[in-house]
């Protein structure tokens, strides 16, 4: 990886890393839906023009059930479960939390797929759910009962980015990756669409919400895509998915910087195990051999 990758590596974590800032400063005013809605729209409005500049046709009426099953997992569903959380959640956990995608989808696809569940996978879970267990243990003694549903949502959503990941490696050469992120963007848009008018914008949302939702759009959704794309195109996608263990670094510091939240134990210890854990299932951090 040259030296320009990795700045491009480090870039995508900031800005998705700045996604549940831009969330939590916009959302108590939106509301779950009506963020979502804005996001995915100014997102799929962003793609299109970048696909006028690089005069990439998307072909959407031919596979249109297959775009929209995507749009549906991997950014409509996430995306409000996310939104919803973020009413009462920190960033930084946030952030921890979304970094968990690739345990749910080695979990999945032992359970699901029968793919056979290797000693390092096994104790990469392990790891994993240790961290979560303290994240979300400990958050719940912090803020109650009452927002159980916050922490569940926070968890969901990552669930359903790994059965995203796995349904469109069930379908191989559907579409390009640039195809897949603009053809899902469109087809969010009309699964969110009907949702806003049982949940309306809360109240009038000021010039820093407006700012924030914007930003989520064009920043942390449109951009965010064309650089993902980018740098699996350099250095293929084992490589970009890489960015999953920056993200939670950057996550933790915008809201501490930004948002003043506090990092505690809980957070950092929660945070090393969910990472550690991912390394191991991702295959990045290998166990010594064993001697006899």
Not at 81 to 94: I, N, T, V
Not at 141 to 147: I, K, S, Y
Not at 177 to 184: R, Y
Request: aromatic share 12%.
């Amino acid at each position: 990886m040259n030296a320009a990758s990795i700045v491009r590596l480090f870039l995508l974590a900031a800005i998705w890393g700045a996604s549940f800032l831009f969330m939590r400063v916009s959302v108590q005013a939106f509301g779950p839906v009506a963020l979502i809605m804005f996001r995915v729209a100014i997102a799929a409005v962003f793609l299109w023009l970048a696909s006028r500049w690089l005069k990439r046709d998307l072909k959407l009426g031919m596979q249109w059930r297959y775009f929209l099953t995507l749009g549906c997992l991997n950014s409509a569903f996430p995306f409000i479960l996310f939104a919803y959380a973020a009413q009462s959640l920190p960033a930084s956990l946030l952030s921890i939390l979304n970094a968990t995608s690739p345990l749910f989808g080695a979990a999945i696809g032992a359970l699901w797929l029968r793919i056979p569940l290797t000693l390092p996978v096994g104790l990469g879970l392990a790891f994993g759910l240790a961290g979560v267990t303290v994240l979300v243990g400990q958050t719940a003694l912090l803020v109650g009962d009452r927002d159980w549903l916050a922490l569940a949502a926070g968890l969901v959503a990552p669930a359903s980015y790994s059965v995203a990941s796995l349904y469109t490696k069930a379908h191989p050469g559907r579409a390009t990756p640039f195809d897949n992120a603009h053809g899902s963007m469109w087809m969010a848009v009309l699964a969110v669409l009907p949702l806003v008018f049982l949940a309306p914008i809360r109240a009038a949302p000021n010039a820093g919400d407006w700012a924030a939702v914007a930003l989520l759009g064009t920043v942390c959704t449109g951009t965010a895509y064309l650089l993902y794309f980018r740098l699996i195109d350099e250095v293929g996608s084992t490589r970009a998915l890489s960015v999953t263990f920056l993200i939670p670094v950057f996550g933790v510091l915008w809201g501490a910087l930004f948002l003043d939240e506090a990092v505690g134990w809980h957070t950092l210890l929660g945070g090393a195990l969910v990472l550690m854990g991912i390394a191991m299932t991702a295959g990045v951090l290998r166990l010594p051999a064993l001697r006899m």
